[in-house]
C-alpha cells in the first residue's frame, strides 16, 4: 500500500488501491469495480491540495495521464484540455498561439481539473477566480455516463460543476476561456500596513492585478501593482556574473535558506518570530519595476513546507477583518510572514466558489515547516485568525484547512442547499465523499 502526500506533506493517506488510468475504457472498469464493492473514491490532479481534500484510504484515481491539450481556438480565445494538463505545460504552449491563461494561482505545478475544482484564484478585482472561465465539462458520471455539460443545457447544473470539489464525477476535459497573450508590468514598492489599510480601495482598483504582503507584527508591507501590457520585446538585459551571484545571494541564500534556518530556530524561540519578520521587512521591502510574461510574475516561490490558511473576505468587510486581525495577533508572538492579501470580483458562475456574489478580498496565512518540521506552535493563531474571518462571513478556501461544517455554509452560501441536492442526484451513495468533505456535506 502506498503512501501520498500533499505537496506541504502534512496530510497523507494510504489507499487500498491506486490508479493512475490512461484511457476512458479502463476509467470505465474501475468505475464498475468502484459500484460493485461499494467503495469509496477520490479523483485527484497534483494532489497538491494544502488540506486532506484530495485524500482517499479507499481507492484514489490520478488522472495524470489525462494530459491532452486537444484543442486551441486562437480566434475565440478558448481552449479544451484534459482535466490532468498542469498549469505549467498551458504556460508554456499557449503563449505559442499568441494566448494567456486569464488568471492563475501562485504556482503553476497544479492540475486544471484540480484548479477549477477548487476555484483557485490570483488577484485582481476585474478577474473571477479560474472556475469563472470555465465555457464547458466533460464528465464521467459513476455509473460510466459521459456527457460534455455547457451552461444553457442546465444553468443550475453548471454553477455547480464549475466548483465541484470532486464531488460530482470525473471531470475528463474542461473547455476554458482564455485571454490574448500579454505581458505584465510589475511596480512594487514598500507600503506601510496603515497606509494600506486606509488606501485600500485606490491600490485595488488602480492596477488590473494588485496584491499586498504584509509582515505581521510590524506595520511593513510590499505593495504589487501588476499592470496588463502588449506583448513586447523585453529590455532586461542579460545578467553579469556579478549580479547573477548577488541575486543568488539575496533570494536563495538569504530569501530560502537563511529563513528556513531562522524559522527553525523561532520554533525554540518563538518571540524571534518578530525580528524575524522585521527583519526581512527591510530587506525585501525593495522598490522594483520589471517586465515580463504574465505567468512568470503572477507565479512565484512559495519557499517551503507550510501549513495554510485562506478565507475569502467581503471587500467591504475587509478593513475591519484586518484591523481586528492586527488586533488580535499582538497575543501571539509567532505569526509567520506574508500574510497575503488579494482581490477579485463578484462572480456567478460557479454557487461554490468563495467569490460567489461579491466582491472578494482573500486573505491567506501561512505557518512553515522548516526542514519538514511537524510542529503545532500555529494552531492558537490560526485558531484566532479563523474565528475572525468567519466573523466577518469568510468563506474558507476550499483547498485548504478549516474548522466549518455543514450549517456553517449553508449560512454563506445561497445555493448551498440545491448544490447537496444535485451533488446527491449524482452520488447518491456518497461514494465521492471523503472524510473531508464529510464535514461539509454531511454532518
Ligand atoms: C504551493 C501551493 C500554492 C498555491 N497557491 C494558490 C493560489 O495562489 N491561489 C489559490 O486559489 N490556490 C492556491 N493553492 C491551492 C491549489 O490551487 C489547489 O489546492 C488545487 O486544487 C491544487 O491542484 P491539484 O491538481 O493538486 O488538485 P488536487 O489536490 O489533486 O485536487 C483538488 C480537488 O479537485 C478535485 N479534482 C482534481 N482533478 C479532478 C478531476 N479530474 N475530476 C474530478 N475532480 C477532480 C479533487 O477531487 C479535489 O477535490 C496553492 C496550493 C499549493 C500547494
Not at 510589475?186 to 492596477?207: A, G, M, R, V, W
Not at 445555493?415 to 444535485?422: A, D, G, P, S, T
Amino acid at each position: 500500500m502506498s503512501v501520498h502526500w500533499n505537496w506541504a506533506r502534512t496530510f497523507y493517506c494510504r489507499p487500498r488501491l491506486y490508479v493512475e488510468p490512461k484511457s476512458i475504457d479502463s476509467l470505465r472498469t474501475l468505475l464498475n469495480e468502484i459500484n460493485e464493492t461499494k467503495s469509496k473514491v477520490r479523483v485527484i490532479g497534483c494532489g497538491h491540495s494544502p488540506s486532506s481534500l484530495s485524500m482517499s484510504n479507499e481507492v484514489l484515481i490520478s488522472m495524470k495521464y489525462f494530459n491532452k491539450i486537444l484543442e486551441i481556438d486562437e480566434i475565440n480565445h478558448e481552449i479544451h484540455c484534459e482535466s490532468g494538463v498542469l498549469i505549467r505545460a498551458l504556460n508554456d504552449i499557449l503563449p505559442q498561439h499568441n494566448l494567456s491563461l486569464t488568471v492563475q494561482g501562485s504556482v503553476n505545478e497544479l492540475t486544471i481539473g484540480g484548479v477549477i475544482s477548487t476555484a483557485t484564484h490570483g488577484s485582481g478585482i476585474k478577474y473571477g477566480s479560474i472556475s469563472s472561465y470555465v465555457r464547458a465539462i466533460t464528465l464521467m458520471k459513476l455509473n460510466g455516463d459521459i456527457k460534455e455539460y455547457y451552461l444553457d443545457d442546465d444553468e443550475d447544473l453548471f454553477r455547480c460543476l464549475t466548483c465541484s470539489l470532486g464531488t460530482f464525477g470525473i471531470i475528463i476535459s474542461v473547455r476554458l476561456q482564455v485571454s490574448p497573450l500579454f505581458y505584465l508590468e510589475l511596480n512594487q514598492k514598500p507600503l506601510e500596513f496603515h497606509t494600506f489599510l486606509n488606501t485600500l480601495s485606490i491600490h485595488y482598483s488602480s492596477s488590473d492585478h494588485f496584491r499586498y504582503m504584509w509582515y505581521p507584527h510590524t506595520n511593513s508591507g510590499i505593495a504589487y501593482h501588476l499592470n496588463r501590457v502588449n506583448p513586447r520585446l523585453i529590455n532586461n538585459k542579460k545578467k553579469s556574473i556579478f549580479s547573477r551571484i548577488i541575486s543568488w545571494f539575496s533570494n536563495s541564500l538569504i530569501g530560502h535558506h537563511l529563513l528556513e534556518l531562522l524559522f527553525y530556530f523561532s520554533l525554540y524561540f518563538p518571540s524571534l518570530v518578530r525580528r524575524i519578520n522585521r527583519m526581512y521587512a527591510k530587506l525585501e521591502g525593495k522598490t522594483l519595476h520589471k517586465i515580463d510574461r504574465c505567468d512568470k510574475l503572477f507565479n512565484f516561490d512559495c519557499l517551503f513546507r507550510q501549513y495554510a490558511s485562506e478565507w475569502a473576505i467581503p471587500l467591504d468587510q475587509a478593513v475591519s477583518c484586518l484591523t481586528e486581525l492586527e488586533q488580535s495577533m499582538e497575543q501571539y508572538k509567532n505569526v509567520h510572514f506574508p500574510i497575503e492579501i488579494r482581490f477579485s470580483k463578484d462572480e456567478d458562475l460557479s454557487y461554490l466558489s468563495p467569490a460567489y456574489g461579491r466582491k472578494t478580498c482573500w486573505i491567506n496565512t501561512v505557518a512553515y515547516r522548516p526542514y519538514g518540521k511537524i510542529h503545532y506552535q500555529h494552531r492558537p493563531f490560526f485558531q484566532a485568525f479563523e474565528h475572525i474571518c468567519h466573523k466577518y462571513n469568510g468563506r474558507p478556501h476550499w483547498a485548504k484547512e478549516h474548522p466549518l461544517k455543514n450549517e456553517d455554509f449553508a449560512q454563506l452560501y445561497p445555493k448551498w442547499n440545491l448544490f447537496k441536492e444535485k451533488r446527491e442526484e449524482f452520488d447518491p451513495n456518497n461514494f465521492l465523499i471523503n472524510d473531508c468533505l464529510k464535514n461539509v456535506f454531511l454532518n
